[in-house]
Structure formats: C-alpha cells, structure tokens
C-alpha cells in the first residue's frame, strides 16, 4: 500500500469540525476578499514571528514581486540569490528588468553560502555593469539560513535582505526569527507548505510601517494609502485612484480563515515534525551518503526531509516500487534552465549547487506520519543495494 507524500487529510481529519465552521462562516458572512478574517490572520503571522506588520497576498511569487516593487527595482540593478531552489526566487527578478545573480550554497544546510554570496557582490561590483540591490535568502526545506553573516554582508555593501521563508514560515535561528534580520519576510501558503490553505496564498511579513503600507498599496492597483490621503488633496473618491503600478493580488477570506485554524495547531505541528525528523536521522545516519544538517542553534520546521544518495535515481526506483514516493528537488537548478541561461555564471561558481542537484531525495515527512510508516520507509532506503 503506498504511504502518501504529505498527508494533508490526516491534519484536515483533526481539525475538520473547526475549518468547516470557519469556511462556513465566510460564506455566511458574504465578505469573500479582503474580509475580517484577512486582519486577523495578519495579526497573528506578524505576531507569530515578533514582527509589526504583515501583508497578505495571493501567492507566495506575489510577495516576492511586491517587496521588489516596492523597493523601484530598474534594469541594471542587481539581485543575488541562489540557484538551487524553486524558480520563482529568481524568477521574479526580471519582472522589474533586474538581473539574478545566482549564489553557491553550503553543503551541509543546502543554503545560501556567506561566502559566496560575498565574491558574487565583489565580482558585480569589480565589473561594474550592474547595481547591487537586493539579497534573497531562501529557507530551504524549512530550516533558516545564516541570517547574521548574511545581514552583516548586507549591511557592509548597502544591500536589502528578503527572507524567502516559502519552505520555512514557523522556523527560527537561536530563538530568532528570519524577519529580525531581513527588511522583508515573505511566505508561501501553499497547500504542500507546513502552513498551508487549501489554494493559493502569501504574505509579506516587515517591522517597517512604511514599507508596508506601501507594499498594501501595490497588493490593490496602487491604492490611496491612508500617507497619501493625509499628505495630498484629491479631488475625486480615493477609492478608485492608483497612484503607482500595482497588481492585483489579494488573499481570499475563505483562506485566511483556513490559515487561522492551522494556525492554532501550527506550533504542535512543528514539534511533531521535528520527531519524525530526529527519528530518520537516527535509523539513517551511516546508511546514506548524507542525512539533512540544521545550522547550529537553527529549529527547521521540516518542509521536506531531504537525505543524499550516489544513486539517487536508483534508490527512487526502489522506493517506489515498495510504495513510498520521494520527490526530487531541484534535478535541474535555476541557473540551467532555459529562462536563466542568460544569467548563468562561468562553470565551476556553484559547484555545491550542481553536485546538490544531483544527489538530494526527498522522503515522505509530514507531523502525522506514525512510527510505522517511518520504519518502512528506513528500512527500505537501508535495504537498497545498488
């Protein structure tokens, strides 16, 4: 019998009686975008991580786009990120002209390596056709990156830091959270995520009232922000002025609604997560090529657990055969894809990131996968001889 990937029923089965009400009561209510429960919800995404202010969207490839509109990213500007991640990281970079400059990552938490990060700025710098702007930090399979020596390379060369928590939304570094160190969080809701709806959905998660308001402006065409009306007399009903380009990406209050009941369970979710995660890492340590490393004082909320084999392809055939799906992430990262050539850096800049992509296997992981299933799948990747 196959085991499911992420079993997304288990958590619906326990919270069904709440979740169904919530839906119930949005479309009792009649306020379907942009309703009550949209505050609410980012209320408590703020408060969750510490932060003053939190701004909801559509997805999470929308709260990217909307901190770099909200920071008039040009052509020439340069934005670094690494390659080995999903592609919309990057992808949202040539929406606004910008250039993607791509970073090698650690071999042992799978992100953004400091180090790199450094000689990739130097090397824009040093060749002077592009500006450096922005740092998009990804939290990969749900562990946070090395946000001190990333913040302070920031800090020295003038950059901004985003914070893509898409996989990590939830997880901190010594007790911190992402967004006490990067000007801008941002977060998917997907349905795969450890926080997700049952749709699309982001947010945009800052300690700054300004940058948020106007990213809440340009989640809504541009909209009169309350700035804007106090500072400027208009001469027609605000409501239907836009006053900069925006897009239009709000997040439906079914979904928040949804979001506000996983919300309640979240920190339970992520404390299970975290034993099945020191169980894989007990039965497979020795047995694989690589089990996933946690930056030292870092708490994962486990996205995807993600070991190395030599014969990935292999192992993957195997499993399945025995009923356990894996997933590979990424087989082919952003710099080789055919959109991002372009920008590609000479052979031999990410090395980790293309050995990475050739090794890494994701197994099932989810809070609700019970010991047995667990043992099944270890003994399964312990049994594989080829």
């Known amino acids: 019998m196959s085991l499911p990937f992420i079993d997304l029923q288990a958590q619906r089965l326990r919270i069904k009686s709440e979740i169904d009400a919530a839906i119930a009561s949005v479309v009792e209510g009649g306020r379907y975008v942009l309703g009550p429960e949209v505050g609410e919800l980012e209320k408590q995404l703020a408060a969750w991580c510490g932060a ?18 909200a920071w008039e990213l040009t052509p020439g500007d340069a934005v670094f990120c690494p390659s080995f991640t999903f592609v919309a990281t990057a992808q949202v970079v040539p929406w606004l002209g910008a250039t993607p400059v791509f970073v090698d990552i650690d071999a042992a938490t799978y992100n953004m390596d400091p180090a790199s990060l450094r000689a990739e700025i130097e090397t824009v710098k040093a060749a002077g056709k592009l500006t450096p702007k922005v740092v998009i930090a990804v939290d990969l399979f749900g562990q946070p990156a090395n946000y001190p020596e ?11 830091l985003i914070a893509d928590t898409a996989q990590g939304y939830g997880c901190t570094l010594n007790g911190q959270h992402p967004s006490d160190w990067a000007d801008i969080a941002t977060t998917s809701f997907f349905p795969a995520k450890p926080l997700g709806c049952y749709g699309d959905g982001g947010a945009i998660i800052t300690n700054d009232a300004a940058l948020a308001e106007r990213i809440e402006s340009l989640r809504v065409y541009g909209k009169v922000t309350p700035t804007d009306a106090a500072t400027r007399n208009f001469h027609h009903d605000p409501k239907y002025l836009s006053l900069r380009v925006g897009m239009n990406s709000r997040l439906d209050t079914i979904q928040a609604a949804i979001l506000l009941e996983k919300l309640k369970i979240f920190a339970d979710e992520i404390d299970r997560r975290q034993v099945v995660a020191d169980r894989y890492a007990a039965g497979l340590r020795g047995g694989v090529k690589g089990v996933p490393g946690v930056i030292e004082g870092g708490r994962s909320v486990w996205a995807q657990y993600v070991i190395e084999h030599d014969n990935r392809d292999g192992l993957q055939a195997h499993l399945a055969d025995q009923g356990i799906p894996t997933m590979v992430y990424y087989p082919v990262p952003i710099h080789q894809q055919d959109f991002a050539l372009k920008y590609a850096p000479p052979k031999g800049h990410l090395n980790v990131t293309e050995t990475a992509s050739q090794h890494v296997l994701a197994l099932p992981m989810h809070p609700y996968l019970s010991e047995a299933d667990q043992d099944r799948v270890i003994s399964a990747v312990l049994g594989f001889n080829g």
């Open 52 to 69: 003053s202010h939190s701004v909801s969207c559509a997805n999470g490839t929308d709260a990217l786009a909307l901190a770099l509109m």
């Open 150 to 160: 990333i913040k302070a390379i920031c800090d020295e060369f003038g950059l901004k």
